[in-house]
């Protein structure tokens, strides 16, 4: 389990990130609020977070991940933090398959526990159109 950074929001979207890399989702949960809900494009919500690790254990024995955030607007409010911005990903399958390059909007919402620590509370996510070549 990687050390993690939980003193900010932009230090808790960056140890994300980092966990998706190291192909270690159970890093995921200490930077999920228990009630964690996200709406992703085209799926069903996830509820909980473990729901949300483990979707994560099971795209990652399936895939290898290359994510990034290009971050737009960040705001925070007392215990709450927005974040919107561009997610960028590279998901290649580990049997060999070809590369699939995504790119979404999506909206982070985080919340400031009583331990001072920031988690992911809610996300939503919107595909946006494949760029053209």
Do not use: C
């Not at 997610?87 to 590369?99: I, K, S």
């Not at 999506?106 to 331990?115: M, P």
């Amino acid at each position: 389990m990687m050390l993690i950074d939980q003193s900010t929001p932009s230090a808790v979207r960056d140890a994300w990130v980092a966990a998706i890399a190291a192909r270690d989702p159970q890093s995921l949960r200490p930077l999920l609020a228990d009630d964690y809900e996200v709406w992703a494009h085209g799926v069903e919500p996830l509820v909980g977070a473990d729901a949300a690790v483990a979707a994560m254990v099971a795209a990652v024995e399936r895939n290898r991940i290359e994510q990034s955030f290009e971050p737009i607007e960040s705001v925070i409010a007392g215990d709450w933090a927005f974040e919107r911005g561009i997610e960028r990903l590279a998901v290649t399958p580990v049997d060999g398959g070809p590369t699939r390059m995504m790119s979404q909007r999506a909206l982070l919402i985080l919340r400031r526990g009583d331990d001072g620590k920031w988690r992911f509370a809610r996300g939503m996510t919107n595909g946006l159109p494949a760029e053209k070549a």
